[in-house]
């Protein structure tokens, strides 16, 4: 869904950008994206954005927790602020270093967020960009941090009755939970960034 009230990410207009580290919860070794935004971006965009760096494909709902607060589309859940009237720049200005974006309120797919530090925007970049990040994102709907973990196992034993099931679930033949590829992430930005 396009977030009219997002300022658009052009480099031209991008004088500096945020780096936030989003971290998913409850894996070891960890999953991470290194992220660069322009600070005038909403929240409903920042949504678009990690979804996008993570690998997830956004049917489900969302929202995040900023000082205690929660954001996330008002007609979609209830006793939340409306994510598109809060910037990034407005979440710093309270003096926030970390919040948490939860993804998939069934699976319950936690992320926490760091402001890491505002720098200037590189001419000639496109914005939001990935720069960096470790291991592929879980399958969607495959039942959080434990079925992920169930699924790790199955998927490890080439005799489990199982695999084949569950790599025809996933719709992938070679699932690596080890791979990440920033190219293919930074294609999937430069997507949402037409649409933010």
Not at 4 to 20: E, I, Q
Not at 140 to 145: I, Y
Request: charged share 25%.
């Amino acid at each position: 869904m396009a977030k009219a009230a997002t300022p658009t990410s052009n480099s031209a207009t991008v004088k500096s950008v945020v780096s936030l580290k989003v971290t998913l919860q409850g894996l070891k070794p960890p999953i991470w994206r290194r992220v660069l935004v322009s600070g005038s971006i909403t929240l409903g965009g920042l949504s678009e954005v990690i979804l996008a760096a993570m690998g997830w494909h956004g049917g489900h709902l969302h929202d995040f927790t900023v000082a205690g607060r929660d954001y996330g589309e008002p007609g979609m859940l209830e006793g939340v602020a409306n994510e598109d009237r809060l910037t990034l720049n407005g979440v710093i200005k309270q003096g926030v270093k970390r919040f948490t974006y939860t993804y998939d309120m069934g699976d319950n797919w936690e992320h926490i967020i760091v402001v890491e530090k505002t720098q200037s925007a590189d001419s000639g970049q496109s914005y939001p960009r990935c720069i960096d990040g470790q291991r592929n994102c879980p399958p969607e709907d495959c039942g959080g941090v434990w079925g992920y973990a169930e699924l790790l196992d199955i998927l490890a034993d080439p005799a489990h009755p199982e695999r084949d099931e569950r790599l025809e679930w996933i719709d992938e033949d070679d699932f690596d939970p080890e791979a990440f590829d920033i190219e293919a992430v930074n294609k999937h930005l430069a997507a949402v960034a037409k649409r933010i």
